[in-house]
């Protein structure tokens, strides 16, 4: 080997060990901080380099029916897909009668979408006078934050403070989570079912169930957590037996109920509110060619992709797969409740969701599974490299699915 290529190997060499050298000292430093503050400085990092993307590929965004071209930050972040539904509602409400296509079918419309949300920004948006633009992704940045902060002390809880930051850093480097700062009810639902966790692990079941009913409000994932304390509960009387206290089996039945009631409630104001029964049901049927099935589309989807056979067949892999980590030994130590939501969520996305582009932002309150990765691999090299491959995938989320490219486009 000539002298030239021995000393330029020998360099990179010396300067990877001095990189690592010093990702390993900032991250012992971080450790030495409060949680709230790990949690913090994890986010502004994160959502800077998202703020960073945004901005780069917003000068490739064309003229749309949306947006301008080359849009600004803060137009890219409040004025795409479906955060132009919630602007609807936080400037003009709900309409009334339920609206309705030429042949009397029901059309898309703002029905579909929950309150807790753009209710949140009107409110805002009325006591301090900004605009959609300033007060919309702003309310969900800080969302962000206040949920980063109870996910670290979630996941501390249940892991410890290593496993906890690493967990939490990889829920933030997630292909979608820029979504975590753009005008989307991600932020509010990932605080949310947060919360609820934490309040259920924690067994304060009375602030377990204001959580779940902000859940019910955000986003339609609180049948699914009615599955999360079935589990909890089942486990206290395994280990508890005769032994629970009666307070805390009459707490837990009321949880039980307020997330079932929590999961039905906007299908059923819905219908309230526009004198027809089904209309939530009817209006979701627009964005799915008329009607909605279950299950089924996992199949069609899985067929498309891989063919007819290699892709049910990859489906049933993927399931089983899912099944056998959140049932293992790593998922176990986590206690039940966090490997119950996995497998709880993905269960009802199975039986509701049509997958397709916007599966990568749903699959955002798995997060779970970013704490059962740092779990498992307790390197931070490894930790490092899973965090670095999803900030590629940042970019190629936001340029791929989050820029609208006229007249059609897959959505986010």
Not at 402 to 407: G, L
């Amino acid at each position: 080997m000539s002298a030239p290529v021995a000393g330029l190997l020998d360099l990179r060499e010396r300067t990877g060990a001095a990189l690592a050298a010093a990702g390993g000292r900032a991250w012992t430093g971080l450790l030495l901080l409060p949680g709230w503050a790990q949690a913090l400085l994890v986010y502004a990092a994160t959502r800077l380099f998202a703020v960073v993307v945004t901005v780069c590929v917003a000068r490739f965004q064309a003229a749309s029916v949306w947006t301008p071209a080359s849009p600004s930050y803060a137009v890219m972040a409040a004025d795409l897909w479906d955060a132009t539904w919630y602007r609807s509602i936080a400037e003009g409400g709900y309409p009334l009668p339920l609206p309705r296509s030429g042949d009397g079918a029901a059309s898309q419309s703002e029905w579909a979408f929950f309150p807790a949300y753009p209710g949140l920004v009107r409110l805002l948006m009325a006591v301090t006078g900004g605009s959609w633009e300033a007060v919309a992704p702003t309310t969900a940045l800080l969302l962000g934050a206040g949920a980063a902060v109870v996910l670290r002390r979630l996941f501390a809880r249940v892991a410890g403070e290593g496993p906890a930051l690493a967990g939490l850093l990889l829920v933030l480097c997630a292909p979608a989570a820029p979504v975590l700062q753009y005008a989307y009810t991600e932020s509010l639902a990932l605080l949310a079912l947060a919360w609820a966790l934490l309040a259920l692990v924690e067994r304060r079941y009375g602030w377990c169930v204001l959580a779940v009913l902000l859940l019910g409000a955000t986003r339609a994932v609180a049948l699914p957590f009615a599955l999360v304390v079935l589990v909890h509960a089942v486990a206290r009387w395994r280990a508890e037996g005769r032994a629970l206290p009666v307070r805390d089996r009459v707490a837990l039945l009321g949880l039980l109920a307020a997330s079932g009631v929590a999961g039905v409630a906007w299908p059923v104001a819905v219908g309230v509110a526009t004198g027809v029964p089904d209309a939530y049901t009817q209006v979701q049927s627009a964005w799915r060619s008329g009607r909605v099935v279950w299950v089924e589309p996992w199949f069609r989807a899985s067929s498309q992709l891989f063919g007819d056979v290699a892709g049910p067949v990859l489906l049933v892999v993927l399931v089983g797969a899912l099944v056998w980590w959140c049932t293992g030994p790593a998922a176990r130590s986590l206690g039940p409740e966090l490997p119950a939501w996995v497998l709880a969520q993905q269960a009802y996305l199975l039986v509701v969701l049509d997958p397709w582009t916007s599966l990568f932002r749903y699959l955002l309150l798995q997060v779970p599974l970013a704490l059962l990765i740092a779990v498992q691999v307790r390197s931070r090299a490894a930790v490092a490299a899973w965090a670095v491959a999803g900030l590629a995938l940042q970019v190629v989320w936001v340029a791929w699915l989050w820029r609208f490219s006229p007249p059609s486009d897959w959505p986010p």
